[in-house]
């Protein structure tokens, strides 16, 4: 398994996200950030598989905790992926397993996805 780094973490807004693209295997992954705690997923709404952002690249969140679907306003828990409120609640999105190595760059085994 091949071990990649995403980005920096300082490279993820503090409560925001950010999209790597063609991060693994050529699928885009959004990922969002509280404090030293970073979360991955790949960029694709569960209802009607439409990617997250509308404006490539951005990805709207909220105080902090939950992301917006940018097409239908469905919301995201930061930390599972769960959907709390929209047209998919109850869906998840789909998790990449990430770390922050002892350098502050988030890793992924690129396998993972």
């Known amino acids: 398994m091949d071990i990649v780094s995403l980005c920096c973490l300082a490279d993820v807004p503090d409560g925001g996200a950010r999209v ?4 693994l295997a050529g699928r885009p992954v959004v990922v969002v950030r509280r404090a030293g705690q970073v979360w991955a997923y790949e960029n694709r709404c569960p209802h009607f598989s ?5 404006e490539p690249g951005r990805v709207p969140t ?5 992301i917006m679907c940018a097409h239908h306003s469905a919301l995201f828990r930061f930390e599972d992926g769960q959907c709390i409120d929209g047209p998919c609640t ?3 999105l789909d998790a990449v397993p990430v770390w922050v190595d002892a350098q502050a760059n988030v ?7």
């Open 50 to 54: 439409v990617p997250l952002d509308y």
């Open 90 to 92: 109850g869906a998840k």
């Open 107 to 113: 890793m992924v085994h690129r396998d993972s996805a």
């Open 20 to 23: 790597i693209d063609a991060a």
């Open 62 to 66: 909220y105080r902090a905790q939950v």
